[in-house]
């Protein structure tokens, strides 16, 4: 089992900046790729941002690209999401979440965290 908690977020102006966190606890957090995912009120989980397990590759959504960054500090056994010029569309709560390889769905993950609610006023 994988523990995974989120924090960081909260009420932020457009254009603003946040960064997410998520630390992990269990089993050893360098034998899993990371993603990032978000949900806004009545609509479907949607990909954000995943990291490989040894921090090296990454992909994103691309309405995120350019913006948002993700990254991981295996020691710490914490992923992050640095989120530049936020927009009102970027809304959300955020999830983190496990799996053996980086992927884009979220049916692939195995773990997943509370989730962390990101607000951007316009």
């Known amino acids: 089992q994988v523990q995974l908690v989120e924090s960081g977020g909260g009420l932020v102006q457009a254009g603003g900046s946040l960064r997410l966190s998520c630390a992990a606890s269990?089993?050893?957090?360098?034998?899993?790729?990371m993603g990032w995912f978000r949900q806004a009120p009545g609509e479907e989980r949607d990909f954000v941002a995943t990291?490989?397990?040894?921090?090296?590759?990454?992909y994103y959504a691309g309405s995120v690209k350019g913006r948002f960054t993700i990254s991981r500090d295996n020691a710490k056994n914490t992923v992050y999401l640095q989120m530049n010029s936020l927009k009102p569309e970027d809304t959300a709560v955020y999830y983190c979440?496990?799996?053996?390889?980086?992927?884009?769905?979220?049916?692939?993950?195995?773990?997943w965290g509370q989730g962390t609610q990101v607000t951007v006023s316009s």
């Open positions: 269990g089993r050893t957090f360098s034998d899993y790729a």
């Open positions: 990291i490989s397990r040894d921090g090296f590759s990454t």
């Open positions: 979440a496990a799996h053996s390889f980086p992927s884009s769905r979220p049916n692939d993950y195995d773990y």
